[in-house]
């Protein structure tokens, strides 16, 4: 099982990015995908969320209504659209994988992780 992510970069406030996370070794059509974040100094936090099935979506109340997770099956790869970034949002960003079927945002229950990719939100 392969998840490589990408996209992160540096940006000034108020912009925005998309990350990508290519994954492959597995059925990606059966498993729910995730983005978490890790902050200098601080623990690992859950970002986004998009299920398996349903398709349903879930997000961290920090990111609420800037931040957007998709998912394409033919591509086997998983997105998050960031917008309106704060310098707050800067963090290593990782994608990570579980099959399960409903709302989850517990680190230690991924089945598969990827690298992280680097976000900096300037001031």
């Known amino acids: 099982v392969q998840l490589q992510a990408s996209g992160g970069g540096l940006v000034q406030a108020g912009g925005s990015l998309r990350l990508s996370c290519a994954a492959s070794?597995?059925?990606?059509?059966?498993?729910?995908m995730n983005w978490f974040r890790q902050a200098p100094g601080k623990e690992r936090e859950f970002v986004a969320r998009i299920t398996w099935s349903a398709l349903r979506t879930h997000y961290a109340d920090s990111v609420k209504g800037r931040f957007t997770i998709s998912r394409d099956n033919a591509e086997n790869t998983v997105y998050l659209q960031m917008n309106s970034l704060k310098p707050e949002d800067t963090a290593v960003y990782y994608c990570?994988?579980?099959?399960?079927?409903?709302?989850?945002?517990?680190?230690?229950?991924?089945?598969?992780w990827g690298k992280g990719t680097l976000v900096t939100v300037s001031s």
């Open positions: 070794g597995y059925t990606f059509s059966r498993y729910s």
């Open positions: 990570a994988t579980d099959r399960r079927d409903y709302p989850y945002t517990v680190p230690d229950g991924m089945d598969y």
